[in-house]
């Protein structure tokens, strides 16, 4: 179940800059830690992935034209970051791949980065770095974890920003009673006031990982988790589960 929610394609956003370059560099370094809690911080894998020099990390940014950047990431760039991924990595149990400024990659790059999300190498993740994911191929942003921006969510209801905000905390205490409380204690919830609240722990996880929003404590690889699990929540909801059944679930889900 863990192993399932490990994706390959993860979107990263926020605003561009120093916190958002940090972030990335955190999250590669949680895919390549081979400790227990990645990122550890101390392996030489996270080391090298902290500082920006590790083999198995490449960035992917608009390349220098003549006298100043190209407004695009072009297809070609793609189809070399692709035919790097089919080799074996260097030093780590996988490669790295982070696209900065992934809107500006243009139809053709979307397309050719769409057929590496569908049939990725086993040992290639993705993560895709955007102020703006309206600017990406749906296709594309289907495939990766994470994209719970407010500008694309629908509802935002009173008290849901507080409670999402409480139920990391308790996810970060670890502390299953603390966990199992919190969730019950939602599970009278509408089913609107269940989504408004899986988006909002979406976006804090989102502010988290760039940022913007302190962390109560949660490794980047958990949060991602946590995200994909309000991805399943909101599955659920289509599919009519109603909030109490959900909130069971999410109590026995969150700390795994
Ligand atoms: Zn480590």
Redesign the pocket.
């Known amino acids: 179940m863990a192993d399932k929610r490990l994706s390959h394609a993860y979107m990263l956003v926020g605003p561009e800059g120093r916190s958002r370059d940090e972030a990335a560099r955190r999250l590669a370094?949680a895919l390549?830690?081979?400790?227990e809690e990645?990122?550890?911080?101390?392996?030489?894998?996270?080391?090298k992935a902290l500082e920006g020099i590790h083999p198995d990390v490449t960035v992917i940014r608009r390349e220098q034209g003549d006298n100043q950047l190209r407004r695009e990431i072009r297809v070609g760039q793609i189809r070399q970051m692709t035919a790097d991924a089919a080799i074996a990595p260097n030093e780590a149990a996988r490669k790295v791949y982070i696209i900065d400024q992934a809107e500006r990659m243009n139809p053709q790059a979307q397309n050719a980065l769409l057929k590496a999300l569908e049939d990725p190498p086993g040992h290639a993740c993705f993560i895709l770095c955007t102020a703006a994911a309206d600017g990406l191929l749906e296709t594309v942003r289907s495939r990766c974890v994470l994209a719970g921006e407010p500008a694309l969510r629908q509802s935002r209801l009173p008290g849901m920003t507080e409670l999402a905000r409480a139920y990391l905390e308790a996810a970060a205490s670890g502390d299953m009673a603390e966990v199992t409380l919190c969730c019950m204690s939602r599970a009278k919830l509408t089913a609107e006031q269940t989504e408004a609240f899986a988006g909002e722990v979406k976006d804090a996880v989102s502010g988290i990982l760039c940022g913007r929003e302190a962390n109560p404590g949660l490794t980047p690889e958990r949060l991602l988790r946590l995200a994909a699990l309000m991805d399943e929540t909101e599955d659920y909801l289509r599919h009519n589960v109603q909030p109490r059944q959900i909130f069971g679930v999410l109590a026995a889900e969150t700390l795994r």
Do not use: T, Y
């Open positions: 370094a390549l830690c081979p400790s990645p990122p550890c911080g101390q392996c030489r894998d996270c080391r």
